[in-house]
Structures are given as C-alpha cells and as structure tokens.
C-alpha cells in the first residue's frame, strides 16, 4: 500500500494545520490517550504474540525515560516541515496498522497474504562494507550486487502485503556505503510514509547532505554503531572512526533527524557501555535510545577472538546486573535484543519476524540462522505475491508454529535451534548445507564450553543454570524445564 502524492498531501496539509495551533493542542492529552490505547491492546493480546509481549513490557520503559516528552517538545519546537512529515508518518503507522492487520487478518492464506502475519522484517541490502571489525558475523556472507530502487521497494511492499509495519535495514554490510545506494534506499522509505523504519549503520558516510535528508523523514530511526569510548570504538572499528561517527551523530541531530545508537556488547566493552560517563554522553549527544546486542560466537575467527570476546560466567552476570540497573534511566531507554527475545520469545518461530537477503533474494528465518530451502527465494521477476507463497512453503508452516520446536530462544540454545533447523531442511534442496554444518559446529562449541572450562571453547551470551543470576524463560512464558535450564 503506497501512499498516494494526494493522501501524503492531505495528511500533511491536516498536519500543518494542526502545527499552526501546536500551543494550544493538549499534546500531553493526546499523549495519554495513545498510551491508554497501546497499553491496551498490548494487554489483551500476549497470549501469542511477542510483539504485543514487547510493548507491554518496553512502552511502559520509554516512558520512564522519557521518550514521549521528548516527542513532544520536538512536536512544539521544531521547523515546521519536518514536525509535519514526523506527524504524517505517525499518524499513518498509529492507525493504519492495526487496520491493515484486521484487514490482512480476513484473507490470510489467499493469494499475496501470508498464511501468518508478519509484523517486522530484517532486509540485508548491502553488499559489502569498508570496515572489518572484530566479532562481525556477516563477513564471511558479502558479495554480489545491491538492489536498485524498484528491487527495493518491491522487497518492501512483499514485506508490507504480509502484514509488516517495522523494516530493519540490517546486514549484511553497511547501507550507507554508496551515496547511490543510500539515495535509493531512503527514497523508497519516503514514499512509504506508512511503514516504520530502523537503519543500522556504522555512520562514518554520514555527511550533511544525507542527514539533511534523513532529518526531512518522519519515518525512520537511524542506529550509529559506537562501541565504547574512543579507545575501545576505534580498537575495534579503526583508528579515527570514533570521532567520525561523533561529527555524523552531531551532523543527524543538527538537521533533526531522528537516531539512536548501538553496540556490541562484548568481554572488551561491556564495564565501559553501561557506565554512567558513556551513557551520559550518548545522551548529551541526542540519542532517543540505546541498543545493545551481545557478541554472538558465529564469526569465523579464531578460537582467541571468541575467547576475548564472549560474554559468560563473571563478566555476564555483572553485564546483565548493571543493565538492570541503567536500563531505564532518564533521557535514554536502553534495550538488551538478547533480553528482548528472552522476555518475548523468538519473534521468527512465532510467525512475526523474517530475515529477507535482498542481495540474493533468499528468506530465512532470521539473519542469526538464516538458512531455508533453496526453493524459498523471491526470484527476479519482482512479481506480486512471492512472499506469501514462500512463507506458505512446507519449511516455513514447520518453522512458525510459535512453540514447541524453540524450547526457549537462539540467544540462549543456538545449538538446538541449529540442530532443528536441519531437520526441518531434510528432504529440501539447501544448496547453503556446508555452512550450516559450520555453523552447527561453532554452535556446538558453544554449547559445550558454556558449562565448562571455556579455554578454547564459544559461548552464548546468556545466563543459564551455570550463572545462578538468572535462568532463561521458555517461549510461551512458562518455567524452563530441567532439561532446558541445563540447556545453554
Ligand atoms: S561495520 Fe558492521 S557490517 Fe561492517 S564490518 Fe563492522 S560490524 Fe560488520
């Protein structure tokens, strides 16, 4: 559903008018009646649902930190046109999704809907990155050709007919690499004023002209990679590239557009991303949110790097203790993804989340285990319905059964998940089996060393029966079984 030039233009004119009253409308009032609404309807539907499970739990976070004051004084006190393409987006992304669902909900199964709805992508548009930084899991995936405009924007509108309101542009290298690839992603995101999108980037291609751009759209969210202060961010991304992501951070927040950070979480950085002086600056520096994903042992580098790297036993324990603690401090909400997904569940075994490569057209599951049936890929015909089709394939009706199979989340038992993975692949042609099988292996490893001696040995980024803090929940919310706790 593309939003036509007449109705973005209706909008925005009902926005401008509404902006010219701005100091008198009750924006606190309208504030509480969207939470109501929200908190709401998050109630009434966790049964099933990590998405509802993660606004009920994380709404109540932003608020805390204050993230929807801060919407309001950008509402009051910013230019004129761009408070109007922010309250454009936000009204079509309030109202228009839950309508789509309902009405996508009717045809499910038909031709272009999705046996299940979707409600969030991640979609891998670039093929290659100028950085090499340590732990980076998609190294060994680059290569081959970015999609053009019109590639991207039916990959987008597969994505939005299957039910999806939130867009990941995640992987498999850096999205801002090329000024064309940048130009054409970002004009396919403006006319799709409807579909929320977050943007990955390592920032260092930031430059006035494209933060210009992404200030002018109420519609995305950028994330700028910072790992640490100085010495720890360029230890692992290269000398100098700290203080050019700062130079693009204060380039995004000059033009008002809309950003955050992220980093990976590791044995290196953890004591230095949740001390006060890291936090206190990303917040000085504008930053609406935080978000934190652990090292995960699936890059191809040697045994040394994942030892130095891995979060486990000591280290984590005191990682997810102070976490706890500064999560929802003020000014600056933080989410943990690999806490997100043991609160919620697997957002991809629930039917909610697929990995899309746009490079090469292949679907997996997640960009963690992005591995399917070579026949579950939108060829290059860019014909209406692909998608829905796919998701209805064999592999993908055994995959999203939203329980039984994921006994808890792949943060926590990438082993297993691997392991069923292969199984449900028997009797598909997987022409990517090599991989998995290293893929397995590594996760083998980790398994094994997570309660063990780790010399030598991957671990997960989570706590189990081995780190007594914390233990890891089941997708359907229930108590881990024995087997399970035991189970890294
Ligand atoms: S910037 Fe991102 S994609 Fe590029 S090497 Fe670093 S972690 Fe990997």
Redesign the pocket.
Known sequence: MLASPRSRRLTRTLARWALGLRAIVPWRLVERAVLAFVKMEAECCTQSSPYYKFLQRYVAQFEQSGTFARARSFLRERARHQVAARFDAWLRIGALTALRHEVLAKYKGRFGVAPRLLTEAQLAL?PG?????E?????DDRGGSAPKRARIAYLVDELVSCGVFTIHII????PFLSPTWARELLSVIEERPHVFFTI???GMHIDDELAARLGALGNVIVLV?IDGPEPLHDA??GAGSYKRVEAAIARLRAHGALFGFSC?VSKKNYEALVSDEFLEARRASGCAVGVFSRYFPLSSEGASVVQELSLAGDSLAKYTARFDAVRAGPGLPLLDLDEVEQHTGCHSRAGESIYVDGITGQIAPCLRVPFAPDDCSLDRSNTRGQLAARLAHPFFTAYRTGDKQCPTWCGANLSGELESVAGLLEGHCASDRARLDEYEQRARDASEGAGKDLTNKRHLPVLNATNPARHSPRADGAEPSKESRSTP
């Open positions: 670039s990155c100028d950085l090499q930084c732990g980076c899991y998609t190294q992987g498999k290298g850096e990955a980037t390592h990679s692992r991304r990976m």
